[in-house]
């Protein structure tokens, strides 16, 4: 096996092991509000608060205070405002909402699906803020996209209602935290972005939970909340960040995102073997629409020429 060849089973791998632990926080996080009667935000602010400060805490003894202050154009302030403003939408704003959603009854599965939609919503808004222009195959990805949901929705009626459109809130969040991010250039490396995004995303989700009045002591947490909650923390959190950045570094962001339609898929997976949700039709379709949009919405034909 040659250079070019261990890099792209480098890649392969990390990539799948990054979707899959994307994938496990849905069943493990819905877990822990279903059966551990875990407040929502509170939980999210447990888990971010604390991943944040380990990243940050491991990239302080490593590189030092100076490397760990995020800047942007060398302006510390700037930098702050931006990652403060990046925990809001993406962490507090896009796990937050999805995190009510499951405690609204919406499956984790459903989350999923309804969540990696962000791309879908992305298009819209790049093409409007952005200027990057839409072509006809996102277009019809878009179409086939909405095509997508409304099967996931409409053929349930027991999904429609606050849970569903909380989960969409939370899509929209992530496709607006894509465009803030792609409107400023951070000095720092992606690290460093990572750890005060999840450490201000888990402080906003905190503040939030104490204003929702939501009360819970963590050493009710039996056995297997312990077990879940840290991976929530680890895998899910740290890990899929860092094995996300691998594969951005290997491949670049168009063909690694268009590998996240597996989100769902492990996710569902997950879904059905611990928590023995069901795998109905309406979700096998709407997501299999879900799915073909979001690998279109991402399809390059020059980086498939090359």
């Known amino acids: 096996m040659n250079l070019h060849q261990r890099s792209y089973l480098y890649f392969y791998i990390c990539i799948i092991l990054t979707t899959i632990c994307m994938g496990s926080s849905f069943p493990t996080g ?19 608060t604390i991943a944040g400060f380990i990243i940050l805490l491991v990239l302080f003894l490593k590189r030092g205070v100076k490397y760990v202050l995020p800047s942007i154009d060398h302006n510390s302030y700037k930098g702050f405002i931006f990652v403060a403003t990046i925990g ?27 969540l990696f939609t962000n791309s879908l919503w992305l298009a819209v808004l790049a093409h409007f803020i952005l ?16 095509i997508g949901v409304t099967i996931c929705l409409g053929l349930d009626r027991s999904l429609l209602g606050w849970g569903a459109c909380v989960a969409l809130l939370g899509s929209l969040c992530w496709s607006c935290n894509t465009v803030v991010t792609k409107q400023f250039k951070f000095d720092k490396g992606a690290w460093v972005l990572t750890g005060w995004q999840l450490l201000f ?6 503040l939030i939970s104490q204003l929702l009045g939501e009360r819970y002591h963590i050493g009710q947490l039996n056995g297997w909340g312990w077990v879940w909650f840290w991976w929530l923390v680890f895998p899910a959190s740290i890990g899929s960040f860092g094995l996300w950045f691998s594969s951005l570094n290997l491949r670049g962001a168009t063909i690694s995102s268009s590998f996240l339609f597996l989100v769902p898929l492990f996710s569902t997976i ?17 997501g299999l629409c879900v799915v073909v949009a979001l690998i279109a919405i991402n399809y390059s034909p020059h980086h498939l020429s090359n």
Do not use: C
Not at 131 to 146: F, H, N, S, Y
């Open 270 to 286: 997950f879904s059905i073997i611990g928590l023995g949700e069901p795998f109905t039709l309406h979700i096998m379709i709407g």
């Open 201 to 206: 995303g888990g402080i906003i989700m905190f």
């Open 88 to 114: 809001l939408l993406q962490t507090a704003g896009t796990m937050g909402l999805l995190n009510i959603a499951m405690s609204l009854g919406v499956s984790s599965s459903m989350s999923a699906v309804l």
């Open 30 to 48: 819905k877990y822990l509000i279903s059966i551990e009667h875990v407040p929502p935000m509170l939980l999210g602010g447990w888990r971010f």
């Open 131 to 146: 200027k990057e222009r839409l072509t006809m195959i996102k277009v019809v990805a878009l179409v086939i996209g909405v």
